[in-house]
């Protein structure tokens, strides 16, 4: 029972370099979410998808890209990194919007 | 758009006492509420949810039950533990084709034996 599978665990980025958060589920679930969590401030959507093919922007897009090729996969990716964008990153799924939503173990991501 | 309220933290309890962490919400329709956990180092999980007004969710003790007239979703245990340290959110979801979960800023608590 994989679940939710991020990767990686930790990355370290200069200022200006671009990364690719990975982000798998084997549930079969339809709406995936990517949320960042900054210390106090508690979660922040960034991009959310109900479904392949489909992707929409949460409260805090800027800066951030998402596409959603098959049901299983959600990469997020960063463009030109700053240091901003220090944070927790967390991917998350569930079969709708109104039923249990399943986590990933989190990216801790520092830009330098 | 839909918010979630929560109480300002951080909280911290001796064990047995009892816990109330306050949960308003702001959304329009009939949104599904939920309370979700994370303990140090991990991903978020699901702790209870109620899908319509009245309902009561409970899990490990805690419970929580859907107001609608008071827009709210309080949490309660009545007998914490140490282990029950952790950030605690509330969060909704209103329902609907492009629907998504609103999330509260969190709260802390920690338990001292």
């Known amino acids: 029972n994989a679940g939710v599978t991020q990767t990686p665990k930790f990355r370290i980025l200069k200022i200006g370099q671009s990364m690719t958060l990975q982000c798998t589920q084997d549930?079969?679930?339809?709406?995936m979410y990517w949320y960042r969590q900054d210390p106090g401030m508690g979660l922040k959507l960034i991009y959310y998808?109900?479904?392949?093919?489909?992707?929409d922007k949460g409260e805090v897009p800027n800066g951030y890209n998402v596409s959603r090729s098959t049901t299983e996969d959600f990469p997020l990716r960063l463009e030109l990194a700053a240091p901003s964008q220090t944070s927790v990153y967390f991917c998350?799924?569930?079969?709708?919007?109104?039923?249990?939503?399943?986590f990933g173990q989190g990216t801790r991501l520092t830009v330098v | 758009g839909n918010s979630v309220t929560q109480m300002e933290g951080p909280v911290t309890l001796s064990e047995e006492a009892f816990l109330t962490i306050n949960c308003t919400y702001t959304?329009?329709?009939?949104?599904?509420l939920f309370w979700y956990v994370q303990y140090p180092g991990e991903g978020l999980q699901l702790l209870l949810k109620?899908?319509?007004?009245?309902d009561k969710g409970s899990n490990k003790g805690f419970e929580a039950t859907y107001r609608k007239e008071t827009t709210s979703f309080h949490l309660e245990k009545g007998s914490v533990q140490v282990s029950d340290s952790a950030v605690y959110f509330c969060a909704l979801s209103a329902g609907g084709a492009n629907s998504k979960l609103t999330f509260g800023k969190g709260i802390t608590l920690s338990v001292r034996p």
């Open positions: 998808s109900v479904g392949a093919g489909i992707t």
């Open positions: 549930m079969n679930h339809n709406y």
């Open positions: 959304a329009t329709g009939y949104p599904s």
């Open positions: 109620a899908t319509k007004a009245d």
């Open positions: 998350a799924s569930s079969h709708t919007a109104n039923t249990e939503a399943f």
